[in-house]
């Protein structure tokens, strides 16, 4: 993904899904936090932090495009739904 969007992704995912980041971060690290921040996109994940620790969150197979990433998600919502408050 080229830099601008993964830079307006992260902010999108900061301000509207911080909710499914912080599942998430549960369901992959086993770690609770209510003091979470997305840092940057990665093909493979993307780097959170919470703590004054970063941490990378995986997917489960390379995002190359939007839809990709779109579809990410929303296997993530899936795999950490027992995780939301």
Known sequence: MSGYLSRDIVEYMNENILG????????QHGLISDNVE?????VD??????????YFLT????????HDFKNELLIHVRNYRTFFV
Request: negative net charge.
């Open 20 to 27: 499914l980041v912080t599942a998430t971060f549960q369901g």
């Open 38 to 42: 997305v840092i940057s996109l990665e």
């Open 45 to 54: 994940g993307y780097y959170i932090r919470s703590g004054g620790e970063a």
């Open 59 to 66: 997917f489960s197979k390379p995002c190359e495009t939007f």
